[in-house]
């Protein structure tokens, strides 16, 4: 079992940037965030794998940047240039079955969630 918690969320103006950090339990090859709006899917926005294998949403694709640290079991997310329909609810999550690519975007532990919102 992988716990999962995310914490960096918060208020931003159009255009502002917020990092996302998450703490993980355990090692997991595969890392991503995901995010979700009431109503809607919950839907993958970048994956990392341990060897630095990185993949993004079309719609964050040169704003958003993933990275991971290995040692300390740890995810990041750096956010640009925040759009106002880039505010959900952000999740952490990993993949320790290891059946998928981790762009696949199938992952079977998530945290808790990281309010973002971005005011336009």
């Known amino acids: 079992q992988v716990q999962l918690a995310e914490s960096g969320g918060g208020s931003v103006q159009a255009g502002g940037s917020l990092r996302l950090s998450c703490a993980a339990s355990?090692?997991?090859?595969?890392l991503a965030w995901f995010r979700q709006v009431p109503g809607k899917e919950r839907e993958g926005v970048a994956s990392i794998s341990a060897n630095a294998e990185i993949s993004y949403a079309y719609s964050v694709k040169g704003r958003f940047t993933i990275s991971r640290d290995n040692a300390k079991n740890a995810l990041y997310l750096q956010m640009n240039n925040l759009k106002p329909e880039d505010s959900a609810m952000y999740y952490c999550a990993a993949d320790a079955l290891g059946a998928h690519r981790c762009s696949e975007f199938v992952y079977n532990y998530y945290g808790q969630g990281t309010q973002v919102t971005v005011q336009g």
């Open positions: 355990r090692y997991a090859y595969c």
